[in-house]
């Protein structure tokens, strides 16, 4: 159970190894399989979203606790990237889907958030913000060696 921003989530994860003996060796590596059931109360509202996962953590590695943790540490990673490259570099936004368009631009805007940590911006949309309206900031950046 957590406490923050304003909301109360509860999780619940349940892990199961009998679903690998089904799969056999169609899913190998497959060593167990779980559900993942997040309850968010913000404000009186209740929302319930339900996760199903496979591990190739045997069971003796990661039991439950373990994979809750690990699941949390994932989408937290996830979700501040994805967050800085889609809220304010509009990564989803994009146009570019062939050939290895998306990954050069991926690339190209993890070097950004890089470049904005290593000078000391604490916020990546206020960095944006400052270069756009000094853009000959941007190239003494982009010219000077780290």
């Known amino acids: 159970m957590d406490k923050g921003h304003g909301r109360i989530e509860k999780r619940t994860l349940e892990v199961t190894t009998w679903l690998t003996e089904y799969l056999g060796p169609d899913w190998p590596g497959c060593q167990q399989v779980f559900r993942l059931e997040r309850e968010r109360r913000t404000q009186g509202e209740v929302e319930v979203e339900v996760v199903l996962g496979i591990t190739s953590l ?3 590695r990661a039991g439950a606790r373990e994979l809750l943790g690990l699941t949390r540490g994932h989408w937290g990673i996830e979700n501040g990237r994805h967050g800085v490259r889609d809220g304010t570099l509009r990564e989803d936004a994009s146009r570019i889907r062939k050939g290895s368009g998306p990954e050069v631009m991926a690339a ?3 070097i950004v958030i890089f ?3 290593r000078l000391g911006h604490k916020s990546a949309a206020a960095a944006t913000r400052h270069y756009v ?3 000959e900031e941007s190239l003494e950046v982009l010219s000077t060696p780290i």
Do not use: A, M, V
Request: proline share 17%; glycine share 0%.
């Open 115 to 117: 470049l904005f940590k």
């Open 133 to 135: 309206c000094h853009p």
């Open 58 to 60: 045997p069971r003796e």
């Open 108 to 110: 190209l805007r993890n």
